[in-house]
């Protein structure tokens, strides 16, 4: 069974930072690109940031620049760190993996950007 725990969201301060960890099982983790994606209300799902197999990394305009994603084959993990919040960085933040056809996705994290 394909898990993605993803853990690390929460209220955060305009200006502060926060990192967000993805937990994989149940699949060849070191092979798929692993993708970090948000969605904030009344808008639509948007990719954040991803990471390939070959630890390539592509951001979005939105974060680039003030964030990083990185991941770590043997603990099956992927990080997301952000900083430099602010209020538009509050959305639901999920995990994604994928291999070919084979997509997973895991439960969302909210995240607040609030005073």
């Known amino acids: 069974q394909v898990q993605l725990v993803v853990s690390g969201g929460g209220l955060a301060q305009p200006g502060g930072s926060l990192r967000l960890s993805c937990t994989a099982s149940g699949i060849s983790f070191s092979f798929y690109k692993m993708a970090w994606y948000r969605q904030a209300p009344g808008k639509q799902r948007e990719m954040v940031a991803q990471?390939?197999?070959?630890?390539?990394?592509v951001y979005s305009d939105s974060v680039k620049g003030r964030s990083t994603i990185s991941r770590d084959n043997s603990e099956k993990k992927i990080f997301l760190q952000m900083e430099r919040l602010s209020p538009e960085d509050t959305a639901v933040y999920y995990c994604?993996?994928?291999?070919?056809?084979?997509?997973?996705w895991g439960q969302g994290t909210q995240v607040t950007v609030s005073s």
């Open positions: 990471i390939t197999a070959d630890r390539r990394t």
């Open positions: 994604n993996a994928v291999l070919q056809t084979r997509t997973h």
